[in-house]
């Protein structure tokens, strides 16, 4: 049966209100003068789609979203750009963040906690049929995704995942770290980057695992083997305008397909991410924060 779908985006869709910020840690102060304050669709995964999309990769995208302006902002990103988009119906209405973004592009978000309730969920009939007429699906870390991967896993799709910046330790992410074909994350909050994409594989079924490093580049784990990739100077358009540095959609889709793009190699630009207290409420601590441009090998 062929696919209708190359890329399956599941979760992370939502709106950011940006505010420009002359430095980050921004001081206290009564007031502050900026340039620009502007509401945007367009968080985690609206722009891993927007990105794949692009690139010319048929793609679909799922999460849950309000009845409401914000909703409706994410709708039109989609609908603007010919992205498939399902949506399923959220009751807390559509989720937001307020980024402060200072000049370098590096940003602090506040997320509202209130648009996550735990008893709602993507429903696995709806996932089963999407995920059966896709090549890929790429899982963003959000709620309530992690429910979504049984279904996943059982269609045969090929799985990948962000973890960001975890630490190794925190439980949430032990689920998309597990169940991935191909797993991102950063270095920041690792004590042993290494031993951490080699436990990743160990325990579960990845076959590639990418370690962003910001500065010092990218590791790269397959076949065995831990490869460093230097950094090369980033393009900015993969920069979001909420200074949101995202998966690239070139590595997210290449890392899917390695067998038809072998010379595909992941380099990093690193952004800092916070932790939403409905994480840490719940005893899990997922933070965004490095994510990848690509280049060839020579």
Not at 151 to 168: F, P, Q
Not at 204 to 214: K, L, M, N, P, S
Request: proline share 9%; hydrophobic share 35%.
């Amino acid at each position: 049966m062929s696919s209708e779908i190359d890329v399956l985006v599941l979760g992370g869709a939502g709106v950011d209100t940006i505010v420009q910020v002359p430095e980050l840690p921004l001081p206290y102060a009564d007031s502050y003068m900026v340039p620009a304050i502007e509401t945007r669709a367009g968080q985690t995964g609206d722009f891993v789609a927007v990105g794949v999309h692009a690139l010319g990769l048929r793609t679909h995208h799922i999460d849950m979203i309000g009845d409401d302006r914000e909703g409706d902002l994410v709708r039109a990103l989609h609908r603007d750009r010919g992205i498939g988009l399902t949506e399923v119906p959220l009751s807390a209405g559509t989720k937001r963040a307020v980024n402060l973004v200072g000049p370098d592009g590096r940003r602090l978000s506040l997320y509202d906690d209130s648009r996550a309730p735990d008893e709602e969920r993507l429903p696995p009939p709806t996932v089963a049929a999407l995920a059966a007429a896709s090549r890929h699906a790429h899982v963003a870390i959000t709620h309530p995704c992690a429910d979504a991967l049984p279904t996943l896993r059982e269609t045969g799709v090929s799985i990948s995942t962000d973890l960001h910046n975890w630490d190794g330790v925190q439980a949430y992410h032990e689920a998309f770290a597990h169940e991935a074909d191909i797993v991102f994350l950063s270095t920041t909050a690792l004590a042993n980057p290494e031993k951490t994409m080699r436990q990743i594989a160990e325990r579960g079924r990845a076959r590639e695992v990418v370690a962003t490093a910001g500065a010092e580049g990218a590791y790269l784990l397959a076949d065995g083997e831990v490869t460093h990739i230097p950094t090369v100077t980033p393009r900015p358009r993969w920069w979001t305008p909420t200074g949101r540095a995202t998966p690239s959609p070139r590595a997210t889709s290449s890392a899917g397909w390695r067998a038809s793009h072998p010379g595909a190699a992941p380099c990093t630009v690193r952004s800092p991410e916070p932790t939403p207290a409905r994480y840490r409420r719940r005893g899990r601590t997922p933070s965004a924060g490095s994510n990848c441009w690509p280049r060839q090998r020579s």
